[in-house]
């Protein structure tokens, strides 16, 4: 203790200021690691919530004593408690969600509710249940029902129900087909409602699934990615799993077309009736006398003589009516057809031993690559008139760590390993280490130098006691006479370029001058061996 007493009044005010600073920051280094290692790690619980339902599971995790951290609306707690956390709070119901389903009908009693309020709870209730199917899908994060059902009016008459969905996914926007399973759930759970009359609505997106009703079918990435997919089942199940990457290019007609055809055929008459009309004419004429005076007598001869005549016409007439053969053609083209199809595929090939230890890169032949070829071109509908085209080729896949490495065999440490932990406690054990090799350790072993024991020798004249310097002086001068047995003087350092010489009587100065003068230039080192005579002196008397 009284070294490191005398060690710390020997130092200077700056070398004591670089020493306090050394040791308050080494004493927070090792503070600092100590809590990183005892701290738990910890995971994401919960994300997204509401207000009331992260309120509510932080005052379970409270009741619980758990430790948790809020950080930006999310809950984390420690890793090897989150999935039983997750269990438990479930089972009480947490996080509890907004809406509520068919619950709402349990308080209602018979006493006191008219038809129009069990009315207005059970549409509550039935848009709470949809929402409550539509969030189960782990790609939305919350979603709300409106339904608009119309009441029974005798005066209202084709009034169809209709209904709008809101939803906030997790990543990005809701796809055609997604929008179009979520209208017919909602359709498919009110009676009389169409999926034509269910409006989807993205926060990210906007309207989802508009073009539908207007009469268009799938866009041209969604048939990209049917036909991508389809190709990538196809190569995968041929070259491996992860061996094949597919690229589809849909080029599809955008503007909509209406052809009318109306022709004639002149040679396709049809007979279509028939119509025959016969007449038929007789007459017959008997002639008179001539005409005289006595015609116009009473008794007179009105007849000189008779003569008579007969006629008989017949006529037929047929009316034959024919249809001339006529087609209409009425064509309506919408936007969607696919006007050129272009297909990528990349295969991966084999990898062969050359006998020195190195793999090289073999392709797939000419015969498998051309197979696989019309295997694409008959899963994608491949129409060389139309100008479609498809390349197919076999290349090398990059492989960052080489060729293949084998089987991890479990370790010591098994589990996740959080990066950034281990990364902080390096940087804090480093930041100590060089503290206490670098500051530390020199300040103190240079006021260990500068300062000799209760038997301390004299150091040297440059500040630092030589190595191979004798035993420490202890104060004391030979009784009898001359200096040969004095360490420091006699076997230590040479002072020769001092001009000094030996102690044993090798020169002519005196001893006692050239004594004087050693104190004289050594000043700090005679008043320190002073002061251990001092105190030597009051232990002896005490």
């Not at 396709?268 to 009736?273: F, H």
């Not at 007598?297 to 024919?322: C, H, I, K, W």
């Not at 295969?347 to 890169?361: I, K, L, P």
């Not at 498809?390 to 290349?395: A, G, W």
């Amino acid at each position: 203790m009284s070294q490191i007493l005398n060690s710390w009044g020997a130092l200077g005010g700056r070398q004591r200021m670089v020493v306090l600073g050394a040791t308050v920051a080494m004493v927070l280094a090792v503070w600092g690691l100590a809590r990183l290692a005892s701290a738990p790690n910890y995971a994401l619980l919960y994300a997204g919530l509401e207000n009331g339902a992260a309120g509510d599971v932080v005052t379970a995790l409270e009741q619980r004593g758990v430790q948790f951290d809020v950080r930006g609306g999310s809950i984390f707690v420690p890793e090897s408690e989150r999935d039983a956390l997750r269990l438990t709070l479930a089972s009480e119901g947490l996080p509890a969600t907004d809406g509520k389903g068919y619950e709402l009908l349990d308080g209602l009693s018979g006493f006191g509710t008219t038809s129009q309020m069990f009315d207005a709870a059970y549409w509550r209730a039935k848009e709470g249940e949809l929402a409550r199917t539509i969030v189960a899908n782990p790609q939305i994060a919350t979603a709300r029902v409106h339904i608009a059902n119309t009441t029974a009016n005798p005066f209202q008459r084709d009034v169809k129900p209709t209904a709008s969905i809101s939803v906030t996914t997790t990543g990005g926007t809701l796809s055609m087909q997604q929008a179009r399973a979520l209208k017919y759930l909602v359709a498919s759970a009110v009676p009389g409602m169409e999926p034509e009359n269910v409006a989807v609505i993205d926060g990210k997106g906007g309207l989802i699934g508009a073009d539908s009703e207007t009469g268009a079918g799938p866009t041209a990435d969604d048939k990209a990615v049917l036909l991508r997919d389809r190709v990538q089942r196809l190569m995968e199940a041929r070259v491996g799993n992860g061996n094949a990457v597919v690229e589809v290019s849909v080029d599809t007609v955008t503007e909509s077309e209406l052809i009318r055809q109306r022709s004639f055929d002149p040679e396709g008459r049809v007979v279509i009736s028939t119509d025959t009309e016969e007449t038929s004419d007789t007459s017959q004429n008997q002639g008179g006398g001539n005409v005289t005076v006595a015609s116009n007598l009473p008794d007179g001869n009105a007849g000189g003589g008779s003569e008579s005549s007969s006629s008989q016409a017949n006529e037929t007439r047929e009316r034959v009516n024919y249809e001339v053969s006529e087609t209409t053609r009425e064509i309506t083209k919408v936007p969607g057809a696919i006007k050129r199809l272009t297909v990528a595929v990349l295969v991966n090939g084999t990898y062969e031993d050359d006998g020195n230890g190195n793999q090289t890169f073999v392709p797939l032949p000419d015969a498998e690559l051309e197979a696989l070829r019309d295997l694409v071109a008959s899963a994608v509908g491949f129409d060389e008139a139309r100008g479609d085209q498809i390349t197919l080729r076999s290349l090398a896949f990059e492989r960052p760590e080489g060729l293949g490495t084998g089987p991890i065999e479990p370790g010591l440490l098994v589990g996740s390993i959080d990066t950034m932990r281990v990364i902080q406690m390096g940087v804090l054990a480093a930041v100590a280490l060089i503290l206490g090799l670098f500051v530390v350790r020199p300040v103190l072993a240079k006021g260990d130098t500068a300062i000799a024991g209760p038997a301390g020798a004299l150091p040297a004249p440059g500040g630092m006691a030589s190595a191979d310097a004798g035993p420490a002086l202890n104060g004391e001068i030979e009784p009898l006479g001359g200096f040969g047995d004095l360490p420091m003087m006699g076997d230590g350092p040479d002072f020769s370029g001092m001009g000094m010489m030996d102690f044993d009587g090798g020169g002519d100065e005196d001893p006692v001058d050239r004594l004087r003068n050693l104190i004289q230039e050594r000043k700090t080192e005679t008043v320190e061996v002073l002061r251990t005579w001092l105190e030597e002196d009051k232990e002896r008397a005490g």
